[in-house]
């Protein structure tokens, strides 16, 4: 149990344009679910909280304009990035929250953007 | 601040030794604890829960919890090359979860 399913599991873009990455969990209903990047080397960095049906929660630093996020359904969380650019490459991993507070992590997406 | 703190490592343990990671935090009303397995290009997996004073065990594992020294651990029995790893301590309230930076453990074989 516990699955978390991401969509592109890799994605190449040129800049300027938008990609669309998609996380749903599988077997579980989440109301919450939860965002973040990992660049090469470094720890996990939390972008934004999703709650279902509501806005969602950036941290600090993170341009809520350029990182759009829509939790849908309570097993659909999006992150569309937009008009991304070479720097916003990296590895981008959503998580849902489980009924005691645990985080299940979907496999990840690689987003390089040329 | 909420900190969770981890010795980053490397954490080298010959190959059927016990591996002792060790985390601890700062945020004193933190109700939720635990260990996740990050393997080099993959997403974080959680390997053990525990919320509660005390030891807690799954297999090789077990997790260990001080609430009062703000301290958790994990321990890693019969140590295998696929535990190679680094290993995210997270602890967490009713929502969010702060994650410390993750120890890279190395088992030799």
């Known amino acids: 149990g516990a699955v978390v399913s991401q969509h592109p599991s890799w994605v190449i873009c040129k800049s300027g344009t938008s990609v669309k990455i998609e996380c749903r969990s599988l077997?579980?209903?989440?109301?919450?679910m939860f965002w973040y990047r990992q660049f090469p080397k470094q720890s996990l960095m939390l972008m934004a909280t999703?709650?279902?049906?509501?806005?969602?929660?950036?941290e600090q630093g993170v341009e809520k304009d350029k990182f759009l996020i829509n939790h849908a359904s309570l097993t659909l969380s999006t992150l569309t990035v937009t008009s991304a650019h070479p720097e916003d490459s990296s590895f981008y991993i959503c998580?849902?929250?489980?009924?005691?507070?645990?985080?299940?992590f979907g496999p990840g997406t690689r987003l390089t953007v040329t | 601040q909420k900190e969770v703190e981890q010795n980053s490592g490397p954490l080298s343990v010959p190959e059927g030794a016990i591996a002792s990671l060790n985390c601890t935090y700062s945020d004193r009303g933190s109700q939720s604890f635990f260990w996740y397995r990050q393997y080099s290009g993959k997403s974080p997996e959680l390997i053990m829960s525990?919320?509660?004073?005390g030891d807690k065990e799954d297999g090789r594992f077990t997790a260990q919890l001080n609430k009062a020294s703000q301290y958790v651990s994990l321990l890693i029995r019969d140590s295998q090359p696929s535990d190679s790893a680094t290993y995210l301590c997270?602890?967490?309230?009713?929502?969010?979860?702060?994650f410390g930076t993750g120890t890279r453990l190395t088992i030799i074989p």
């Open positions: 999703s709650n279902e049906g509501s806005k969602a929660t950036y």
């Open positions: 077997d579980f209903q989440a109301t919450t």
């Open positions: 998580s849902a929250k489980g009924t005691n507070y645990e985080q299940y």
């Open positions: 997270a602890v967490g309230g009713n929502e969010k979860l702060t």
């Open positions: 525990i919320y509660s004073n």
